[in-house]
């Protein structure tokens, strides 16, 4: 009977019947909807079945997820870990990165922002785009990243990696890409932030002291010991400074030890001094066999000569793609005059004379020299062929001269650049038996890749298939994508579980240092005026006003404090270099429910501490005894009043108290996540736009608490609800409430008050406002579905927005399988205790009952023997 106490009240009345506990009554009409049907609507908290129900769901999930070697819990499996290890220790893997007839346009716009790009970058050189201002360098790096999809509306041309079409966006675990802006958390070291990317980017099978060792490697190459503990800052707190950001930046990406290195103009925003360091230390990195590609918007003449490759753009257009050493040769075939020794003093530096060209300040002095690559017929075809003015110019000698890009074009195709390209990528990297074991291993090395894949196939194929499913097909393209099956080998970076550990404890150290005082005097002083207002609303017809103003501030808190700490840059580019998404997303539950949670204690106790002061009440207990006109109003009686009184406070129960308490400070904590997650995903919704976000999240709160059923009413809305003579609003208010929080927590709130001897006034608030007595649970319920709901929402948005070819392959699907498997455990749990409940308690109460039986009959024997005897 104890046992069965746990499980459900019927189990411990000896006088149900097994049919009254059959038929339902109690519970409902299903055993799955009895077995989680609250025993008493009295309650704020869970029944004790359902808490084991959880718990048994977790070891369930927990046994499954170790037993199928779960790809997302743990990461990608490492069946040879040796192997592994000394992989960490030789280096980045070697990248030979290919581009063909790269070409980008977007809807609204003539001609295309990006075309006819092609060439090669080799891994150890360091790389420079060049080019003016508009002429496509950051569409270029994205192109090959494969992020241009985002915001092109065709795409032209192919990546090729080690000789397979492959774009660098599926292979963020080998890349690091640095953006212009100093993308970074504020409130961070300069050693935490490289810290932070090391521990989830990092492979997990190196120990403490390896990880430690790359954290103070990447510290030393870019020079930054002297400031690794200094916090970052930003414009509101004094930090490091712009050059010293910009090295943190790239240390960020360069911990993990990428074979690509590529950078949004480093250089910007520098002095001349600071540009230079920063250059050679790029330089010290393309040494190590690290590929980097730099846009550069103004390089020096030093600057300029620690490059090994350069990509000059032109409107869009490549106009040189090679080393550096022989574009002069390749300018001075074209007809340009080139600058003298830098020692000369007529003369121009090279990168200055480049980007001139580039921006058309530098003409051509004679036509192009006519060579076995590039005839004079050849030239004066291309502008016969080409008679827009944006391909030729016409020149003092009368004659059109083809701009740059077009003979670079030709000067391609005359020399047969991308044959020569096609055949060394065939000579080195396509020999199939080497490529497979040693360059570009089969990366699936996960346990239950092979099924999934097929699974994930099949399901891709037939969305693909579907017009109207071309949404879904995203996130299984890559599954069964036939190019990913050359992929080189993806690392064992660490997966869900320690990716939600280090993401946790982030976010906690972040809140902690943003201004935790502040927050808590904002909350103590906001616990402090609910209270005080509370103090003046102590009737039964006054206690809803007072709960309203509670309401408004608890929600206050949550909602503008989630708009107001929404930083989402950093994770932003966290997800770009290949962040499981989902692990971001737990992280952020588990700190929004523990910050939540402290919170609403703060708040609770200030707000008790108030009422306190003002009447003498700790907690809402039975009222004191009023005043009658002939009570002593001098200083001594009033004393003798208040002891009275907390003597009166002090016999109701100590374990009733707290446990008020703790049902108060719940149902608050349930309003403060439910608001907090309506402002994430309002954040989200509006693509973090801060002044859109806040005044959306104001325009929320006022809605949600408006349609909560207070003013008007339930009864209102269903009596008067008649607009323009003949429409009724009354179904579309009742929906919007429905969806509101706040109607919920209102009806909670107002029945957690404690009684006292006003029992007709409470029967009368209750009956004005539509409440019910016993819909306290269910409002709770209610509440913490909303919350799921909206986080649901949240995490839907960001994830589409977001995600890229990398999730596609391996955050997506093993997502979903991840969730499969836990909620298919849970299920399984479910049905386990409710067969229990359902089966094994009425077989054991029948056993009982007929071994009480039994025993009675032995009592009446015994009794009759006993009479028979005397």
């Known amino acids: ?215 103070d490697d990447t510290v030393r190459t870019l020079r930054l010991e002297r400031i690794r503990n200094r916090r970052i800052g930003d414009v509101r707190r004094r930090g490091i400074s712009g050059g010293e950001k910009k090295r943190t930046s790239i240390g960020i990406e360069l911990v993990s030890r990428p074979s690509v290195l590529i950078m949004d103009e480093p250089t910007s925003g520098l002095d001349s001094a600071a540009a230079y360091n920063l250059a050679r230390i790029l330089r010290d990195i393309a040494d190590s066999g690290v590929s980097v590609v730099a846009i550069l918007h103004q390089p020096s003449e030093r600057i300029f000569e620690l490059l090994d490759d350069i990509i000059l753009l032109q409107r869009g257009e490549a106009a040189y793609v090679g080393p550096r050493t022989d574009v002069f040769p390749f300018l001075a075939e074209m007809g340009y005059v080139i600058p003298d020794s830098p020692n000369s003093c007529n003369s121009k530096p090279s990168a200055e004379f480049i980007l001139d060209i580039l921006a058309d300040l530098e003409q051509p002095d004679t036509p192009p020299v006519s060579t076995n690559v590039l005839s004079s017929t050849v030239v004066d075809e291309i502008c016969l062929n080409n008679i827009t003015a944006s391909s030729c110019f016409s020149h003092f000698d009368n004659r059109t001269h083809p701009r740059l890009p077009l003979l670079w074009r030709a000067y391609q195709e005359g020399n047969q650049t991308w044959n020569r390209i096609r055949e060394k990528m065939k000579n080195e990297y396509l020999k199939e038996n080497s490529f497979q074991n040693e360059i570009c291993k089969n990366n699936d090395t996960r346990k239950e890749s092979n099924f999934f894949r097929n699974l994930m196939s099949k399901i891709g194929v037939t969305l693909c298939s579907e017009s109207d499913a071309r949404f879904i097909c995203r996130m299984f393209a890559q599954t069964f994508d036939k190019r990913n099956r050359h992929r080189p080998k993806q690392r064992a970076t660490p997966g869900f579980n320690m990716q939600l550990h280090w993401w946790f404890w982030q976010l906690a150290r972040i809140s902690w240092r943003k201004g935790l005082l502040l927050e808590t005097f904002v909350v103590i002083s906001l616990a402090g005026v609910v209270g005080f207002v509370r103090s003046f609303n102590r009737s039964w017809n006054r206690k809803p006003v007072s709960n309203l103003f509670l309401s408004l501030s608890i929600s206050l808190l949550g909602m503008m404090g989630a708009v107001y700490n929404d930083e989402i840059e950093p994770v932003k580019r966290a997800a770009s270099s290949g962040m499981l998404l989902g692990a971001h997303e737990f992280a952020v539950l588990a700190h929004a429910l523990g910050k939540g949670w402290c919170v609403c204690h703060v708040f609770s106790l200030a707000y008790f501490t108030v009422l306190y002061i003002r009447t003498g009440e700790w907690l809402p207990s039975p009222q004191p005894e009023e005043e009658d006109s002939n009570t002593d109003l001098t200083a001594s009686g009033r004393c003798k009043c208040f002891l009275k009184n907390l003597r009166r406070i002090m016999n109701y129960n100590s374990w009733t108290r707290f446990h008020k308490y703790y049902e108060f400070t719940h149902i608050n904590h349930l309003n403060y996540v439910a608001a907090s997650a309506i402002g994430s995903a309002i954040c989200v919704f509006s693509n973090h736009n801060d002044a859109v976000a806040h005044i959306s ?162 009592d009446v024997v015994t009794n009759h023997s006993t009479l028979r005897e005397n």
């Open 1 to 215: 009977s104890s046992s069965g106490n746990l499980w459900s009240g019927v189990h411990s009345k000896s006088s149900e019947t097994l049919s009254e506990y059959q038929s339902g009554l109690a519970f409902g009409s299903g055993p799955f909807i009895r077995f989680l049907s609250p025993d008493d609507g009295d309650k704020v908290y869970p029944n004790g079945r359902i808490v084991i129900l959880m718990i048994l769901g977790f070891c369930f999930s927990t046994v499954m997820i170790e037993f199928t070697a779960d790809g997302y819990y743990q990461g990608a499996s490492m069946e040879n870990q040796e192997e592994n290890k000394d992989e960490n220790n030789q280096g980045p893997t070697q990248f030979h990165l290919a581009f063909h007839d790269i070409g980008c346009s977007i809807s609204g716009l003539p001609n295309p922002i990006l075309q006819n790009i092609s060439g090669e970058i080799l891994p150890g050189r360091f790389t420079g785009i060049l080019g003016q201002s508009g002429s496509g360098k950051t569409s270029f790096a994205y192109a090959l990243l494969g992020k241009s999809r985002h915001y092109c509306a065709h795409e032209y041309g192919a990546v090729y990696l080690n000789g397979h079409p492959q774009n660098l966006e599926s292979l963020l675990d080998h890349v690091g890409l640095v953006p212009q802006d100093d993308i970074m958390y504020s409130d961070l070291t300069v050693e935490e932030a490289i810290g932070f990317s090391a521990n989830w980017r990092l492979p997990r099978n190196i120990t403490y002291e390896q990880r430690r060792e790359a954290i």
């Open 697 to 858: 999240a104001v325009a929320t709160l006022i809605t949600v608490h408006v349609f909560a059923f207070f003013t008007p009413n339930r009864n209102q809305v269903k009596r008067d609800t008649i607009v323009f003579g003949s429409y009724n609003l009354a179904p579309l208010v009742e929906a919007l409430c429905a969806i509101s929080y706040v109607r919920y927590y209102l009806e909670a709130m107002l029945l957690w008050e404690p009684e006292d001897e006003d029992k007709n006034g409470k029967t009368f608030v209750l009956r004005y406002y539509g409440y019910k007595t016993t819909n306290k649970t269910y409002c709770c319920i209610i509440m913490f579905t909303l919350w799921t709901v909206w986080e649901v929402i949240r995490y839907i948005m960001f994830a589409l927005r977001n995600s890229n070819d990398f999730h596609s392959l391996y955050d997506t699907p093993l997502f979903i399988m991840f969730l499969l498997k836990v909620l298919s455990c849970h299920v399984a749990a479910l049905f386990l205790m409710t067969m229990i409940q359902e089966w094994y308690f009425p077989w054991l109460a029948r056993l009982q009952n007929r071994h009480r039986d039994t025993d009675e009959v032995i």
